[in-house]
């Protein structure tokens, strides 16, 4: 079973700049996160799809991010414009909501350096 | 709101046991992960605990306090790759949202 992909793997842009990351869950996932993890902490969730369906958007700085899942499949991440402190792993996970404990699988990330 | 503390960094010897602690106090509280995470790599599930015990997985295991807010780690028979940084995650009480802690690295020495 394939895990869950993401590209491109790394990213260098300039501040200001606007970037966008992709990601294809895990097959029959239909819940899908969007995780921000900054060097030395854990992933922080910026929001959470449930089939194309948006179900907690509550941390995603609205005024730069946004995301999007039309087909209740793929899903891409885009921030615009940048900033310093956006540089970080962004981090794509799926969960089969059939399953009690929803385990997320994560995908590798996007490791995103602002300049 | 949850608050999730781990310690920092730990140092073993290969062959060794060493126990991880997380304690976490939340606001609502439907399970407790673990994850593995190399460097430069996507964290990796470990194991779930929604009831209180030792929950065994080969070299792992995980125990659950749920009255005392707290949950450990067990690492047995330490491989140099089991060194990494381990997460700890609380899910909330509706299920939707998985907070996690900032992690613990641990470094395995031979």
């Known amino acids: 079973e394939a895990g869950v992909a993401q590209s491109p793997r790394y990213k260098i842009i300039e501040k200001r700049q606007s970037v966008a990351f992709w990601c294809n869950p895990i097959?029959?996932?239909?819940?899908l996160y969007w995780y921000q993890q900054i060097l030395g902490q854990g992933p922080k969730l910026l929001i959470q799809?449930?089939?194309?369906?948006?179900?907690?958007d509550s941390q995603l700085p609205k005024d730069r991010f946004s995301a999007e899942r039309l087909k209740g499949v793929d899903s891409t991440l885009k921030i615009q414009p940048a900033k310093l402190e956006d540089s970080a792993v962004y981090l794509c996970?799926?969960?089969?909501?059939?399953?009690?404990?929803?385990?997320?699988?994560f995908g590798p990330g996007t490791r995103l350096t602002v300049l | 709101g949850q608050n999730i503390d781990q310690p920092t960094e730990m140092t073993a010897t290969e062959g060794a046991i060493v126990q991880i602690n997380c304690t976490y106090q939340?606001?609502?509280?439907?399970?407790l992960f673990w994850y593995q995470q190399h460097a430069g790599e996507a964290p990796t599930f470990l194991s779930y605990?929604?009831?209180?015990g030792l929950e065994e997985k080969g070299r792992f295991s995980s125990f659950l306090s749920r009255s005392k807010g707290y949950s450990y780690l067990l690492l047995k028979e330490l491989q140099m790759k089991d060194s990494a940084s381990y997460l700890c995650?609380?899910?909330?009480?509706?299920?939707?949202?998985?907070?996690f802690g900032a992690g613990t690295i641990l470094r395995v020495k031979s």
């Open positions: 996970a799926s969960s089969s909501s059939t399953s009690g404990t929803r385990v997320r699988f």
């Open positions: 097959s029959g996932h239909a819940t």
């Open positions: 799809f449930q089939n194309n369906g948006v179900v907690d």
């Open positions: 939340t606001s609502g509280f439907n399970g």
């Open positions: 605990n929604v009831l209180d």
């Open positions: 995650a609380v899910r909330d009480r509706y299920g939707n949202k998985l907070v």
